[in-house]
Structure formats: C-alpha cells, structure tokens
C-alpha cells in the first residue's frame, strides 16, 4: 500500500502572533484549530482524527480533545519527534485514511516559550543515556555547534557559508508582514552577531517564538467536496538517527534515509522539487538535510548554498520563504508545523508575491527533531499540486 | 590506567544520574578508572553503557576499562551555558574519540579554546562531584 494521492491537505492556518502573553496555551491550539478547520471549509465537528506532540498541554491527545470537544473521534496520534512531529503527523494520517481509519484529521500545535517559558522536562533525567550526557552541559545549540565543526572539519564549510543561509531566510522574511525577524542581514551582519557557541553565532539560530499553526488532512472524497484548492499528499518517510553504540557521525541527518523514502513513494526526485521547506533550527542544520536530500553532493552544501540556490522565486532550490525558523516563526521550538504551511501556500499560490515559485508543482518538507549532536528525528514529505 | 579524582576547578561539576545499570561505571570514575561495555558474543565495545549490545542485541555485556586517551573528534565553546552552567565561564563541550574507537560527549578542560583542534590527542582527567563520583573529562596529552 502506499499513500500517493489518499490524502489531502486541504487546511493550513499560521497564527499570526509570536508574543501571546494573555492566553493559555490549550486556547491557542484552539484557535489555530478553528483557523484551519475554516480555511478548509470545515468545522470541529467534521474531525474524526487528532493528531499532536508534546507541546499539547495535558495528557497525550485526550487532554486537548476533550477541551476541543472532538467527540466524534475515531483515531488519535501523539507521536513526538520533536519538531518533526508535525511533518511525521501527515504522513501518519495519510496512512490512517488510506486504510480507512478516518476521514478528517486535525493536527494542531501550539506553545508560548516566549510568554511563559517551562523548564525542561523531567523525563529526560530519566533517559538511559542522561548520566553520559547531561554531567558535561550540553544545549541545544552547542549540539548543533558540534555538528558544525565536525562538517566544517570533513569537508571545508565556512561559517560565511552557512550565514548565507540566513541571508536568503531574511530576504524572505522582508515580505512577510508576520516575520519576528523582516530586515534583511548580511554575511558580515551574521559573522559579527554574538558568538553563542563557536561556530555558531545569535544569528545562526532560529527565533523564538509563542504561536502556533494547524492542519487539516482529508480523505479524497471529502477534498473533492471542498471549495477549498488542496495540496496532495504524494510521499513521506521518516528516520531516527542515532548514536551508533559510540560510533556517532555527526555530518549527516536522518534525512539521508527518510528523503529516498518519501521520494520513492511520490514517483519524484530531487531535481523534481520546486520549493523546498528544511527545517532550519540553525544554519548548519539547513546544510547538512540539503546534502542528505540529494539536492548536493554530500560535502557541497556550502558551494551550493553560497551562491544564492536558495533564494526564492528563481533560485535552484528556492527555500523557507516565509523567512523559516531563522527569521519568522519557529513556534515552541518546533519548526515543523510552519514548514508545512509554507510549502502549502507555495502549492495554492498563495505565497507572499516577491517569493511565490512561479508554476510550483512540487513541493518538498523536511523536519527534524532532537538534536543533530545526539539522536534525532528527521521526517520527509513530497505533496503536490491538486492536479499532481 | 589509574588517576586520583582531583578537586573540580571552577567549572561546574554536576553529579550524573546514577541508576543500578550505571552504578558500577561511576564507583570506578571515583577511583580513576575509565570504563565502557564489551559484548560477550560480538565482542563489540559498547558506548554509552547500557545492559544490552546495540550491535546484536545480546545481553551479555560486561565492563571493559579503557586506556583513557583518545583525540577531540569535535567541540564547541559554549558561552551561554544552562542547568548547572549557567553563568560560568564559556566551556569547552567535545567529543572525543578513544583510542578504542568510541566517541563520547565530555568536556575538554586545562586548554583555551583557541588552542584547540579535531584530531588533538587528549587524555582522560576526573572531577570529582562530591557524590561518590567522578565525571570523565579530558586534556591535551602531556608527552
């Protein structure tokens, strides 16, 4: 069985806030629920499938339902991979409506880190490899600085290279009049921001952000109801990526299985993609999932970025253009819910105009989640226009 | 090799979680001795430990002592540290590889950060966390 063409996006919703000091976060999963729900054309009461992660607040997906008053559920999924989770959601959902197990699923996420930040969670003392890891003082971004070094000591990567990532992400973000970060920066601007943890600089990492964004996934026969132009579900495959038993490598990502998956699925390949949304927690992470995608030689991702590939509307790979995590909106540290968004205005043609890819046919998402310096999650979706 | 847990600089020295799995590998940190898992069927050395082999799944694993030296295969100067760091002085977060062929997170310590490089052969030191154990950490060696 494959899911090629079962499934339809035919719902998406960004909220549009990323400060949100006055409201609890279940309602803010409320409101993007309904937001998405009413671009499809739908309501809460057509939902028989919830799907969400660990930002949910309460227990699991019940919590949320119960609150949302999804009474006519049929199929929940509280799968967490981290920032990948949303991107892992679609595929999972497109499998539950191919087989039959529901019609309308509703993915929602939604957090405020900026507003009412939480400490971490307790579990991860509990994780098998905490004592080996957490004594030693490790954050997030030094597990992606660690990252860097190693694949700018294997293959000659320059820090101007990777703030040319974030250069293309901030000339997207200048038109999106939502972006936390919308003026436009410079290598030089990127190179002489604070240095977080070398390579890494502030302006190497992902905003901050409170907010939020959902989905709604549906069966054909209910797309075909909607006046709503949808985007099909044509690939998708996941991957963890793990430590090796003390063998870790840290210059490449899941992606290098999950992508030939989900490409292989869609009957596509990467020279087929259009628009590309990559999950951009850092610069490097950008890097690393563009080489493992096949876009580049494994090794060139920095000659490949440099030269302005990713600059929408006419560059080889046009990326993240509403401005991505780096500049617009990374919502409770979790990037993969927007990078789907994104890829289904590019479909509708409903990007911001400047960075709208003429004629987009094809769009790609990946997500990742974990940490790029430890274990990780990477999880890959190809969709297509309606008529794909 | 054997090396006396030495007072911790002013670097943090946070204790680890300590579990009946791991309790043996940390008694030997306070004793100066660096220890991984063996596989008894497959022979492979196994980093971090853990009851099973990752690489064949047996159950028959036993503690194995390493030499304690290896070369920084990557690392990282923090300067915003958090939990137990933060508000210290930038730090060096690394990978080192063993000579055994293992990599595992630790920090680099008597050596600044700019003096640093993958592939410089280091050597293993322990800080003594004040709970009966010692976190295995490491500098440049001394020839």
Redesign the interface.
């Known amino acids: 069985m494959t899911i090629r063409g079962q499934a339809y996006i035919a719902g998406a919703y960004e909220h549009p806030e990323r400060k949100i000091p006055d409201k609890s976060i279940a309602r803010v999963h409320a409101e993007v629920a309904l937001g998405a729900l009413a671009d499809a054309g739908l309501a809460l009461s057509d939902v028989d499938a919830y799907f969400c992660a660990g930002d949910a607040p309460g227990f699991g997906p019940i919590s949320m339902a119960d609150y949302l008053g999804l009474t006519r559920l049929r199929y929940t999924d509280s799968t967490e991979t981290g920032g990948s989770s949303y991107v892992a959601h679609v595929g999972h959902a497109a499998a539950a409506i191919a087989a039959g197990k529901c019609r309308v699923a509703l993915i929602t996420l939604a957090g405020l880190p900026r507003s009412q930040p939480v400490p971490r969670p307790s579990a991860s003392a509990l994780a098998p490899e905490a004592g080996f890891e957490q004594p030693f003082g490790p954050t997030t971004v030094s597990m992606y600085a660690l990252a860097a070094r190693r694949h700018m000591h294997e293959y000659g990567t320059t820090g101007a290279q990777l703030a040319a990532i974030k250069v293309a992400a901030s000339l997207h973000a200048q038109h999106n009049p939502h972006a936390m970060l919308p003026k436009p920066v410079t290598v030089d601007e990127v190179l002489d921001s604070p240095m977080i943890s070398d390579p890494l600089h502030r302006l190497d990492c992902c905003v901050v952000s409170d907010g939020g964004g959902a989905l709604v996934v549906v069966a054909p026969e209910v797309a075909a109801d909607l006046a709503r132009q949808t985007v099909k579900v044509l690939g998708h495959g996941e991957s963890p990526k793990l430590t090796a038993g003390g063998h870790i490598d840290l210059t490449y990502t899941g992606a290098v299985w999950s992508g030939p998956r989900a490409f292989a699925e869609a009957g596509v390949t990467p020279g087929d993609v259009d628009y590309a949304s990559i999950y951009d927690s850092f610069t490097i992470t950008v890097l690393q999932t563009i080489e493992d995608l096949g876009f580049c030689e494994k090794g060139k991702g920095g000659a490949f970025v440099a030269d302005g590939s990713l600059v929408a509307p006419h560059g080889r790979l046009p990326f993240n253009t509403d401005g991505g995590g780096l500049c617009n909106n990374h919502p409770v540290n979790r990037g993969g819910m927007t990078k789907v968004i994104e890829a289904v205005r590019q479909l509708r043609g409903e990007a911001n105009a400047p960075v709208q890819v003429p004629e987009c046919q094809i769009a790609l998402v990946n997500g990742n989640g974990g940490s790029l310096g430890t274990r990780s999650a990477a999880a890959t979706l190809i969709l297509g226009r309606e008529d794909a | 090799m054997t090396t006396p847990a030495q007072p911790a600089p002013p670097m ?8 009946p ?2 309790m043996e590998f ?1 008694t030997a940190t306070a004793d100066g001795r660096l220890l ?1 898992k063996r596989c008894q069927d497959c022979d ?7 009851a099973i ?3 064949c799944s047996s159950l028959r694993t036993e503690w194995f002592e390493v030499s304690g030296r290896g070369a920084i ?13 933060q508000g ?1 002085p930038p ?1 060096v ?3 080192v590889e063993l000579d055994e ?7 680099i310590v008597e050596a600044d ?1 700019a003096d640093l490089a ?1 592939g410089l052969p280091v050597e293993v030191v322990f800080h003594d ?1 004040g709970a009966g154990s010692a ?1 295995p ?1 490491f500098r440049p060696l001394r020839t």
């Open positions: 943090p020295a946070p204790a680890p979680a300590v579990n799995e791991t940390w991984v492979s050395l196994i980093w971090y430990p853990r082999c990752p690489m295969y990557s690392y990282t100067v923090n300067h915003r540290g958090e939990g137990a760091y210290a730090f977060l690394a990978y062929g293992l990599r595992m997170m630790t920090n950060g993958v966390t976190l950490r």
